[in-house]
């Protein structure tokens, strides 16, 4: 699973430790799992910074009304949790 975006900070470090093992050659038993760990990771960071450039983007265009898009999609997942039954 993705690590959470609260967590930013530790996932980016942790990428760059695994690129750096990856880039200088881990012992060949752990290639795999940095690889793998890397992958993860990398994919984390890249929709990270995709919604911050989208959420730029709306900011820039429409200002402060681009949050409405936060908070539509926060009641709309409010909403699904309440009807599947989870407080």
Avoid: N, Y
């Avoid at 993705?2 to 967590?7: A, D, E, V």
């Avoid at 265009?61 to 997942?77: E, K, Q, R, Y």
């Amino acid at each position: 699973s993705l690590p959470p975006s609260t967590r930013m900070t530790g996932s980016t470090v942790q990428g760059t430790i695994a690129a750096v093992d990856r880039v200088t050659g881990a012992k060949p038993d752990q290639r795999c799992k940095v690889l793998a760990r890397f992958k993860g990771l990398a994919l984390a960071i890249l929709c990270f910074a995709l919604g911050c450039a989208v959420s730029a983007i709306l900011f820039f265009h429409i200002a402060f009304w681009c949050l409405a898009v936060a908070v539509a999609v926060g009641t709309l997942a409010a909403a699904i949790q309440i009807k599947e039954g989870h407080p």
